[in-house]
């Protein structure tokens, strides 16, 4: 099996940044493809950002591109979501995902961290 868990979430103020972690154990061979969604009370769980390793292919949501740089760290098997210059709007929880392969439909998922910006 594969285990997701992320961490690095919490309170900061609008304007600020925080780096979250997402750390794979398990059958990590099965996590070619790493990304990120988030979810703010009331609404569905919105995609944020994706990365594929074997191709070295990032995808993000037009809400947060020039804002958050999504990476990997294959030895550490641990993804990383820098988000800089954050918005209100930007708070939710933020669910790590995972799937072998490209970029597409996850197959894993974290617990999710949250995430809340100040106004």
């Known amino acids: 099996q594969v285990q997701l868990v992320e961490s690095g979430g919490g309170l900061v103020q609008a304007g600020g940044s925080l780096r979250l972690s997402c750390a794979t154990s398990g059958r990590t061979f099965r996590t070619n493809s790493k990304g990120w969604f988030r979810q703010a009370p009331g609404k569905e769980r919105e995609f944020v950002a994706a990365i594929s390793w074997t191709a070295g292919n990032t995808y993000y949501a037009d809400s947060v591109k020039g804002r958050f740089t999504i990476s990997m760290d294959n030895a550490k098997n641990t993804a990383y979501l820098q988000m800089n210059s954050l918005k209100p709007e930007d708070t939710g929880v933020y669910y790590c995902?995972?799937?072998?392969?490209?970029?597409?439909?996850?197959?894993?998922w974290g617990q999710g961290t949250q995430v809340t910006v100040s106004s």
């Open positions: 995902a995972a799937r072998r392969g490209g970029w597409g439909v996850p197959e894993y």
